[in-house]
Every structure is written in structure tokens, then in C-alpha cells.
């Protein structure tokens, strides 16, 4: 039987198609419109949208095991709606079209963020506040919100587990993923300014390697939280400073000066329908919870990070190897 892995072109999919390729795995990687993560890579490709129930017809079949990654990652609201019908339709016709196959598990990949983590009275575990109130960002409710649609179809027999992943870093990212921007401007010293703030990071292969864990020795119905290491912005920066040799910016705009100006960010992004270097929903998330609690995981699923520097220096590693690293200006 095979692998089903949606998303499969993204940062986390890269990195899982590859290792479930190394594990002797019969993989099926769906694809919606862009491959170039995946060249060179020897795996069966299907092409469909989550968002077309149609398209997901004959794509799952009895005793797959469905990792379901296909996700729109926001720093900018809905997006017309875009977020809304890929992280809450998409998981919806994604667990109903597995659930009429008969598929054997799904692996459903959430996020931190569909927890309250403006609710710093406690640290943030599976039991935690959830997103939901009107006044938090769109991503974030959207996240809790795949979930519950995830979760009617768990009611009607499908056998899944949910992972909350933190911040993503690490090696093949191939778009690159946001983080991935923010280390190669870090490189080539095109980001003006450090934010204040921090987030948790979690390496991408011990993402990974949770999640093929959670195949088969996670609990039915159960939630994981895949964290790391919470670093602030500025150690981050020494971190690829220690790496690269390239100098990190000096300035660090504290957090009221930033939200100062991004409402005009704000609408300068839905204008030009594209990130700019922050936004107030980007700076909400450097104000968030600190305190990620991974331990369950730990118990459950053998998840064990790794340290933060291994994950930048092989980030470098994999920029160097694909060319992307041209002379640094202003190295020493």
C-alpha cells in the first residue's frame, strides 16, 4: 500500500517524501502547481487541489497511510478567503475522501498557532486555549478549525492523529519557505533591521521523524505538539552570523515602533497580494507564548530536537549546495 503525502512540494513535504523514499516506502506525492522540490526525486506525482473534492477522487485507496500537509500559511488574514478553503475545506475533503477509501491512518499536520498563544498564563500544551475567538488572526482559527473538520470524519471511523508543529527551520527548502527568505537575507545583508521578539523553532527532520512516528505509535484521535527551541529574533541572527561570518544587522526595532507602521504594511500586502518583511499578524507571533511544552511528544513519540545551530548551519549547507549563496557584501 502506499504513502499518500499531501503538500508534498513544501518545506516539511520535501523533507518527508525523501525520507519516506529512504525507508523503503511505496510513496504517491500530490502536487497542486509547483514540482521543483521534487526533481530528481524518484516518486509517483498526482496532481490535485484539496479545495476540489473532485480532484481527490481515486487518490487514496484501503490501507494507505495519508500524511496530509497541504496547508496556506498566512501572515495577512484570509486572502479572499484562500486560507479558509485550503486549511479548513482542504482538511475537510482530504478526511472525507480518506474515510471513503478506507485508508488505514492519517497523519494530519495542524500548528502551534491553533492554540491561544496570546494566553500566556500557562504553558502551551495539547490542553491549552484553543484559537477561536473572533479577534485572533485567520490562520490561527483557521488551523483549530481543519481540526474540527478533521474531527467529524474521526466520528465517523477515520483513524488520525493531529501534530502541532512550532516554527519550521532546516535543510530542502526548496520555495523557500518565509524562514527560509529571512536566513538567505540575513546572508546577503538586504534585511535593514532586526524585530524584537522571538518564536520557537523546531527543525524540520525532527519534525518529520515525529510524524512518521505517529503512524504507528501515536494514539488515535490525539493531539502532538512538535516543538523546539524558542530563540529570539536577535540570537537567531547570531546564529547565522556564527555560521555564515556575515555580520548580523545591529539595529532591533522594538515591537511599538513596528506596530507603528504595520498597518501600512498591512495594506501595502493585500495590494500587492505578497508578504512584506513584517506584518501585524507576523509581529503578534513575536509576542506570543514562550513557553511550548513538547513533552508528550517526548513520551509518545521519541521526539528529541535537536540543537538550533545544527539546524542553521545545514541550512547554509543546502544553500551552498543548490548555488544559492553568492559573496556575501560586507562579511567581516
Same mark, same amino acid.
Given at each position: ?93 482530504v478526511a472525507q475522501a ?12 495542524? %500548528? ?5 498563544? *496570546?494566553?500566556? +498564563?500557562?504553558?502551551? =500544551?495539547?490542553?491549552?486555549?484553543? #484559537? ?115 555580520k548580523r544587522p545591529r539595529? %532591533? ?5 513596528? *506596530?507603528?507602521? +504595520?498597518?501600512?504594511? =498591512?495594506?501595502?500586502?493585500?495590494? #500587492? ?17 514562550e513557553n511550548i511544552d ?39
Open positions: 500500500m502506499a504513502v499518500v503525502v499531501t503538500g508534498a512540494t513544501g518545506h516539511v513535504g520535501a523533507n518527508l517524501v525523501r525520507a519516506l523514499l529512504d525507508d523503503g516506502r511505496d510513496v504517491r506525492a500530490v502536487v497542486h502547481d509547483r514540482n521543483h522540490a521534487l526533481e530528481g526525486v524518484d516518486v509517483e506525482r498526482v496532481a490535485a487541489d484539496v479545495r476540489d473534492p473532485a480532484s481527490l477522487e481515486g487518490l487514496f485507496a484501503e490501507g494507505d497511510t495519508v500524511f496530509h500537509l497541504a496547508a496556506l500559511i498566512s501572515i495577512r488574514g484570509s486572502q479572499r478567503g484562500r486560507v479558509e478553503a485550503v486549511n479548513i475545506e482542504g482538511v475537510r475533503n480518506s474515510l471513503k477509501a478506507g485508508v488505514k491512518r492519517l497523519v494530519h499536520f495542524s %500548528s502551534i498557532h491553533a492554540f491561544d498563544l *496570546r494566553d500566556k +498564563s500557562r504553558p502551551v =500544551d495539547e490542553g491549552h486555549p484553543r #484559537a477561536t475567538s473572533p479577534g485572533q488572526y485567520a490562520y490561527d482559527r483557521s488551523k483549530n478549525g481543519g481540526e474540527q473538520a478533521l474531527r467529524e470524519a474521526m466520528a465517523q471511523g477515520l483513524e488520525a492523529v493531529i501534530l502541532h508543529p512550532t516554527g519550521v527551520v532546516g535543510p530542502n527548502d526548496y520555495e523557500p519557505s518565509r524562514m527560509g527568505r529571512v536566513f538567505l537575507q540575513l546572508y546577503h545583508r538586504t534585511i535593514p533591521s532586526l524585530i524584537e521578539g522571538g518564536f520557537d523553532w523546531v527543525d524540520v527532520r525532527d519534525l518529520v521523524s515525529a510524524a512518521m512516528t505517529a503512524e504507528t505509535r501515536g494514539e488515535p484521535g490525539e493531539n502532538y505538539i512538535i516543538s523546539g527551541h524558542y530563540t529570539t529574533v536577535t540570537e537567531l541572527a547570531e546564529l547565522a552570523q556564527s555560521v555564515t561570518g556575515v539595529i %532591533s526595532t522594538p515591537q511599538w515602533v513596528a *506596530r507603528i507602521g +504595520s498597518p501600512f504594511l =498591512d495594506l501595502f500586502a493585500k495590494m #500587492a497580494d505578497k508578504d512584506p518583511l513584517y506584518t501585524s499578524e507576523s509581529l503578534g507571533a513575536l509576542r506570543a507564548n513538547h513533552g508528550k511528544a517526548s513520551t509518545a513519540l521519541g521526539h528529541a530536537p535537536r540543537p538550533l545551530v545544527e539546524s542553521v548551519r545545514d541550512i547554509y549547507r543546502d544553500f551552498d549546495r543548490r548555488g544559492m549563496l553568492k559573496p556575501a557584501r560586507n562579511s567581516k
